[in-house]
């Protein structure tokens, strides 16, 4: 049946995407939704809520304040918490019941800016799409307002990472490992968006020769500094030791002649009836290169979420639906997806768990490992 | 590009004063695109020959999917009017102020504007500004300027007043400003004055007069507008006069 799900959950939602993406740039987010959003937030798809204080709130919206429209009330909560807080940005984003009556978020933003001198922003999400879309938006926004246009390019090789978030890297060291690994490469990391950076940083983000893309989240960011600084994007994450040195010896072809390039989708033709990875484009496909790379077989990799072509190789395919999941699985001669999964794969089918924080949450976070720029061993257990 | 939504009350011709606009820019040589925002889906009907567009409510009932291309919710009209219906949920049910919000987000999605290039897109939307979803055509990147559509009848006139206060209450947002008073005139007693006094109570101009015309009737029961079907008469000159007085403050404002 289109769109239901009897066994498997749904992925994070774009609120939580918006809130992860914000998380360390020392702004306000605002959930405006009844609550709900921010307890799914905070408990399964925020793994530094209780290492880490950041400003996310939830407005607290009633059954009659949606009814009436009381968009004043949430203006003046926001800026009476603005003026104690003095947060660097204000973002606000809402749920499904501002989405059914149609709130206007722009316009609430641009109030809120014009009532308290501190720069604010609405973004799109109506708690039902992936975090993906909040995550992406919510960086592409950053991109365009707070990277400085007058960023000087630096002298010394250097780049951003753009798209890092918890839901896709977990914070377990892989992010940290992607810095060193680009240094190890010959880049200064100017900034990261946006784990381990502060805004002040990635307002420098212009200076960079070249991006390097580790999600789909990142992708619209990444095309926003292309639009503003001329910079190249490259699409992928280091997974396993030799798809690490393709996708640095791509960086480096990037910053040297300003094509954008997307080596996770340059992979052999996968088929149906081969091994496939299931998960967000730009890891997934990652992560197939990484294993055609070891292994010699080709990879397919099996799409839940947004993304787009340029991101896909031939032979991919998106499985939007519990049915569509099952049923390329059945065909597959082997699945790494996470552990929820497993479910709706056929007993006959070989099934590699590997945890996804925005699909498992903190069921197996402890174990999620860092691939990064690591020997994968896959002929232990491929 | 000029951006207009048409608001005024239920019945009082809105969508007969939209429809001639949208034919009047045609003639004149310029690509425009009229978005039926009410759930009856009937803004359209007579620059299609009586025909209709499928609704995108409708599409996305019937499919239980969203449309991938424009032409699937789309029908060229009279002059090539893109014709669009955002339609309604089933009778009863549902929330047609939020399928107004959903279409919106779909023709983005699709990116109508980019694609099609209008030189004016008009927003015929149903009778008051109810709620947040039939707010929507004049929010920022939508409509710029409102028409607001009356006789000189007191319920009429009475709904122009509130669907002013409203655009006013939206100031401080960047939403369309209004633009002026279109006196579709229904022979009341007095009709002018009252509709000039209210214009100015209001601080807004009378931007059009269209008198009571039995051509535009003869001409809508041929599935057209007065404008298609003989833009030599004099009420087809009013919308042309209208029409050309928009263009001419677009381009200045450009």
């Not at chain 1, 070249?210 to 989240?217: A, D, K, R």
């Not at chain 1, 991101?311 to 997806?337: K, M, N, S």
Request: proline share 5%; glycine share 10%; net charge negative.
């Amino acid at each position: 049946m289109i769109h239901t799900a009897r066994i498997l959950p749904t992925y994070a939602a774009d609120t939580s995407g918006v809130c992860s993406a914000l998380y360390e740039l020392g702004g306000m987010t605002v959930i405006h939704d009844a609550s709900g959003c921010n307890s799914t937030y905070t408990t399964h798809d925020e793994p530094r809520w209780y290492d880490r204080e950041s400003m996310v709130y939830i407005s607290a919206l009633t059954e009659a304040e949606a009814v009436m429209g009381d968009d004043d009330k949430l203006i003046d909560d926001i800026a009476n918490a603005a003026a104690e807080l003095s947060p660097r940005f204000i973002a606000v984003c809402g749920a499904p019941i501002p989405m059914m009556v149609g709130t206007d978020f722009q316009a609430i933003a641009a109030a809120v800016e014009a009532k308290t001198g501190v720069p604010a922003f609405g973004l799109h999400t109506n708690g039902m799409r992936s975090y993906l879309a909040g995550a992406s938006e919510a960086l592409e926004t950053v991109a365009k307002r707070f990277c400085r246009r007058d960023a000087a390019r630096s002298k010394e090789l250097s780049a951003n990472i753009v798209g890092a978030t918890p839901l896709d890297f977990s914070v377990n060291g892989s992010v940290e490992s992607i810095r060193r690994w680009l240094v190890d490469s010959g880049f200064r990391v100017i900034s990261c968006m946006a784990m381990g950076s502060g805004l002040d940083e990635i307002s420098l983000a212009g200076g960079a020769h070249v991006n390097l893309v580790v999600s789909y989240s990142g992708l619209a960011a990444a095309k926003a500094l292309r639009e503003r600084f001329g910079t190249p994007y490259v699409a992928g994450v280091p997974v396993g030791a030799g798809f690490a040195r393709t996708l640095a010896a791509a960086l480096a072809s990037a910053a040297e002649n300003g094509e954008n390039a997307a080596p996770c989708a340059r992979r052999r033709n996968g088929a149906r009836g081969g091994l496939a990875v299931v998960g967000e484009s730009v890891f997934a496909g990652s992560l197939a290169r990484a294993v055609e790379a070891e292994t010699g077989r080709p990879v397919r990799v099996l799409c839940p979420l947004e993304t787009e072509d340029a991101l896909t190789a031939e032979g991919d395919a998106a499985i939007p639906d519990e049915d569509d999941a099952a049923r390329e699985f059945a065909a597959a001669a082997g699945v790494i997806a996470d552990p929820l999964y497993r479910p709706v794969c056929p007993d006959g089918v070989p099934f590699y768990g590997l945890p996804h924080q925005a699909f498992s949450g903190r069921c197996y976070q402890k174990s999620v490992p860092n691939l990064i720029n690591r020997n994968l061993r896959l002929w232990k257990t491929i | 590009m000029i951006k207009i939504a048409v608001y005024g009350k239920g019945g009082i011709g809105k969508s007969t004063v939209t429809a001639n606009l949208s034919a009047a820019f045609a003639r004149l040589g310029k690509k425009v695109i009229q978005i039926g925002c009410d759930p009856k889906a009937d803004s359209t009907i007579n620059l299609l020959s009586g025909g209709t567009v499928m609704p995108v409510m409708n599409y996305l009932r019937e499919f239980d999917r969203e449309p991938e291309r424009i032409e699937e919710i789309a029908k060229k009209g009279f002059g090539h009017v893109l014709c669009i219906e955002t339609g309604g949920p089933t009778p009863g049910l549902g929330c047609a102020g939020r399928g107004i919000v959903t279409t919106f987000n779909l023709l983005e999605d699709l990116k109508l504007f980019e694609t099609y290039k209008p030189d004016a897109v008009l927003y015929d939307v149903l009778g008051d500004v109810v709620c947040g979803g039939f707010a929507a055509p004049i929010r920022e990147g939508y409509a710029s300027e409102v028409l607001i559509v009356t006789s000189g009848e007191k319920m009429a006139l009475y709904a122009a007043g509130n669907i002013n206060s409203a655009i006013h209450n939206f100031a401080d947002r960047g939403y369309a400003k209004a633009r002026g008073i279109v006196l579709n005139r229904r022979n009341v007693e007095n009709e002018e004055e009252k509709v000039r006094a209210f214009a100015a109570l209001a601080g807004l101009p009378v931007i059009a007069d269209i008198p009571r015309s039995d051509d535009i009737l003869r001409y809508e029961e041929m599935g057209k507008t007065v404008v298609e079907g003989d833009p030599s008469l004099p009420v087809s000159r009013r919308f042309f006069a209208l029409a050309k007085t928009l263009l001419e403050e677009g381009e200045n404002d450009e």
